[in-house]
């Protein structure tokens, strides 16, 4: 049986993993969501992306500010006020009653949880002798890979049973059960309050680097999240032009001046180390993959195969539960002194394999076929998850690392970003190019159009007695079948895209030093 002592840390690991799953969570639980909330709160559809948006932007700022902050107010009153918050502004999204109120609510709501994720790793880490920190933090890293696999299954399942408000409602009593929890066992350690004391003394918050900060992300979110929609470098009203021009020149002036300050808020010094960059790279294209392809599934199956949003959500739930298994596996694997490199290497090509069988499906298959490639692209991304956190900062300065986690949060956070937008984008344009090219073919000779076309009037004529409704009906049944045929071939490209960019990083592999896990080292960030 365990001691007392034994068993204090995994309270700790239980009462922080609550909220840090919940925030991760509503990163992906309202996507499949947005056309109910848009229509609930009488919005178009497009403007229900901002749901989306704003959340993921305002989430984004307070990621790599999250240790200054910890540290700042203290690790445990920041975390604890990050709980409340971002409970009181889960309750006000379900309460709201315009779109613009939702915006706002889900505003507060990202800058609330933006440190939940860093500050409940450094909690863990603190609560757990060095020889289980390892056993933590694959606890942790299944509470985050978990989430985002679930969330649409969770959020479609309440939307087609409650209703999409009960989506916010929901983190109401998980909320108010981990602030309690966390109340009772976090509690900061000495050597955190003496540096605390330090910084208060001596420090004061970088506004200049914040200020750059804000703008480089916010006009990057819109410019993802919009640009589509407008056209891109083709729009004629230059708002891309002018969000892209603010975000280089923000993204320009942050580098050099966070380069060039003695405590940066941002440490892109961090990018110096190859094993750092390369790891912020896989990480920023792997989430973007797996967002992508938590978006487009869905999408597919909804709009081609009829599906509900429970329906399928269930389609993607199964991967979440191999996730944890090989999550587990790999950590087991990496305590026998695996070179990282190898595992992450083999999760890249896993996730392209899962990507290419995907991109050969077809309008007849059955359930299962979308099931077991979803599965291999999710247990990729797993085999990477832990191996990336040790090469990227094994022999890394202890000093630095928390600045760095934050660094390396973002960039999996605006990964995610990147993803959604890329999938959009290019269904979007694979949609006109497929639709062009099936009209090639539609023409007078086409002698098999032709016969189709009698075939199809003929059996109009027989149900409604009208030749000219028969004649209608047979041209709309063929423009149907042809938006049909190009949806699916930009779904399948779509994936295919996916599976190339699995491959283009797997050479960062290569660049990277050998990395391998010691007995009693952490297997995870800071």
């Known amino acids: 049986m365990r001691t007392a002592a034994e068993s204090a840390p995994w309270i700790v690991a239980a009462a922080v993993i609550i909220p840090t799953f919940m925030e991760v969570l509503d990163t992906t639980i309202a996507n499949v969501a947005l056309r109910y909330i848009a229509g609930g709160l009488s919005s178009p559809v497009t403007d229900g992306e901002w749901v989306i948006t704003s959340y993921l932007a305002a989430n984004a700022f307070v990621l790599p500010i999250s240790g200054w902050l910890a540290m700042r107010l203290g690790r445990r009153k920041y975390f604890l006020l990050s709980i409340f918050f971002f409970t009181l502004a889960s309750v006000l999204c379900g309460m709201a009653t315009s779109l613009e109120q939702l915006v706002l609510f889900r505003i507060m709501q990202g800058l609330a949880g933006g440190g939940l994720q860093p500050v409940s790793q450094s ?86 680097g914040f200020s750059f900060l804000c703008m480089a992300i916010v006009s ?15 729009d004629p009203f230059y708002r891309v032009h002018t969000l892209l021009l603010v975000f280089l020149a923000s993204l320009g002036v942050l580098v050099v001046h966070e380069l060039t300050t ?47 949003a429970t329906t399928s959500g269930l389609i993607l739930s199964p991967s979440g539960i191999f996730s944890i298994v090989v999550l587990f596996a790999v950590g087991a694997i990496m305590s026998r002194g695996i070179d990282a490199r190898r595992l992450i ?9 899962g990507n290419y069988v995907m991109a050969q499906m077809n309008l007849d298959i059955s359930p299962w076929y979308a099931i077991w490639p979803r599965i291999v692209v999710v247990c990729g991304l797993s085999m990477i998850f832990a191996p990336l ?105 779509t994936f295919w895209g996916l599976a190339v960019v699995s491959l283009l990083v797997v050479p960062l592999v290569l660049l990277m030093r050998p990395s391998i896990s010691e007995r009693g080292a952490h297997i995870a960030t800071d």
């Not at 990057?220 to 083709?234: F, M």
């Open 123 to 208: 909690i863990l880490l603190d609560a757990f002798p060095r020889e289980r920190q390892g056993v933590a933090m694959t606890a942790f890293g299944a509470a985050a890979l978990l989430a985002p696999v679930i969330g649409p299954t969770l959020g479609g399942y309440i939307t087609d049973t409650i209703g999409w408000r009960w989506i916010f409602f929901l983190n109401l009593p998980v909320g108010l059960l981990a602030l309690g929890l966390c109340h009772l066992v976090v509690r900061d350690p000495a050597y955190l309050v003496a540096g605390r004391s330090k910084l208060l003394a001596s420090s004061h918050i970088d506004k200049a």
């Open 345 to 353: 290497g083999g999760g890249l090509v896993l996730m392209a394999v």
């Open 389 to 493: 956190n040790v090469a990227a900062f094994q022999g890394f300065d202890p000093a630095r690392r928390g600045a760095a986690v934050g660094l390396l949060a973002l960039l999996r956070n605006e990964g995610g970003s990147v993803g959604t937008s890329l999938a959009k984008t290019l269904y979007d344009r694979r949609d006109q190019f497929h639709t062009a090219r099936l009209n090639d073919g539609l023409d007078p000779l086409n002698t098999v159009l032709v016969e189709w076309l009698h075939r199809s009037q003929g059996m109009f004529f027989q149900i409604t007695g009208d030749p000219a409704a028969s004649n209608y009906l047979s041209f709309e049944l063929l423009q149907r079948l042809r938006a049909q045929q190009a949806a699916s071939l930009s779904y399948f490209d």
């Open 220 to 234: 990057w979110e819109i410019l993802l999240s919009k640009g589509q929609e407008w056209d891109w470098i083709g």
């Open 262 to 308: 003695r405590n940066p808020l941002v440490d892109f010094r961090s990018l110096l180390d190859r094993n750092f960059r390369s790891s912020a790279v896989i990480i920023f294209c792997a989430y973007g993959v797996l967002y992508a392809n938590t978006t487009t599934l869905p999408r597919l199956l909804q709009s081609l195969f009829g599906y509900d």
